[in-house]
């Protein structure tokens, strides 16, 4: 006898809301449980993120509502003298910091791979300043640095008859001294990253390639350097992140009043440059559209160097 639709359909539906309650059960208890997350994460994240990018697009000043201007504040940046000067000084800094930070960071971890027990002093030694807050470090290379009478780098130089400098005064000294302290702050951490990855290398591989009569030099750039690339490609990935966003070290050194870039804004960078159009002059729709461009800039890079660590695979 053939079984008519209006009985099937009943009784499918009913198994199909029991399948979606007992489901729920499973699994609503989670959901209930990560809400409170959710709901901060959307409004203090999600939405700010959002209302940026709309605020990018108007002339707000952070007490009217926004004029909606299209894309006049993305055109007038790259009219903006001031601008160019952040990008390119940021620029500047990041290759030089992050090409130096990686550098210092692996030879120190080549240098104190070995456990013993003045290389775990050492090592300990040039981790202290990572974990150093970096308002410290650049308070004390400020007073290091600080001028001509009893800054600790001109009695240095004075004691070997060389001429002082006034080193926050010349321009040709900001970027070297952002890049020094920066250095001085940052590459312990990365040793520790890179004795991390060096731990994970075999030495049956360096050890074969020794017997095989292959020099120190040829098995650190054929084997362990290889070997180390996916740690390679994190440092300098993060490393350009944090440099691209540097602002408490040009704050703390170089902000004046009615100037946040130092002598002819030899040190102003692009995070200085954001806060000083959004929070000193009120210009929070052009501030926003500096940050997106920035954001723009990381991506970028980013995306850069991943694809060129999965090519080289």
Not at 38 to 62: E, K, Q, R
Not at 231 to 240: D, P, S
Request: proline content about 4%; charged content about 10%.
């Amino acid at each position: 006898m053939a079984i008519s639709e209006s009985n099937v359909r009943p009784d499918f539906t009913k198994r199909t809301l029991n399948a979606r309650v007992a489901l729920f059960r499973r699994m609503g208890a989670g959901y209930i449980m990560i809400a409170p997350f959710l709901i901060l994460f959307l409004v203090f994240a999600v939405w700010p993120i959002i209302n940026s990018l709309y605020l990018s697009f108007t002339d707000f000043n952070g007490v009217k509502a926004g004029e909606f201007i299209g894309t006049k504040n993305y055109e007038r940046m790259w009219g903006d003298e001031r601008f160019i000067k952040a990008l390119t000084n940021t620029a500047s800094y990041v290759v030089l910091i992050v090409s130096l930070n990686t550098v210092c960071g692996l030879a120190l971890a080549m240098a104190l791979r070995a456990p013993s027990l003045l290389n775990q002093i050492c090592r300990a030694l040039f981790f202290l300043p990572a974990v150093t807050s970096t308002i410290a470090v650049t308070v004390l290379w400020r007073t290091i640095f600080t001028s001509a009478d009893y800054g600790l780098a001109n009695t240095i130089l004075h004691f070997f008859g060389l001429k002082t400098i006034v080193f926050f005064s010349s321009p040709e000294w900001s970027i070297p001294i952002l890049v020094i302290i920066s250095l001085w702050g940052g590459m312990g951490g990365t040793m520790i990253i890179f004795l991390a990855g060096l731990q994970s290398i075999s030495s049956d591989m360096t050890e074969a390639a020794a017997i095989d009569g292959a020099t120190s030099v040829q098995r650190f750039w054929y084997i362990i350097l290889p070997l180390l690339k996916p740690t390679t490609i994190y440092i300098v990935i993060t490393g350009l992140i944090g440099a691209f966003q540097v602002f408490d070290m040009v704050y703390l050194i170089y902000s004046t009043v009615g100037n946040i870039g130092g002598p002819l804004d030899s040190a102003l960078t692009i995070v200085p440059y954001l806060y000083d159009r959004g929070f000193t002059r009120f210009q929070l729709g052009y501030a926003s559209s500096i940050a997106w461009v920035l954001f723009g800039i990381i991506f970028i890079m980013t995306m850069i160097n991943l694809r060129l660590g999965r090519d080289n695979k």
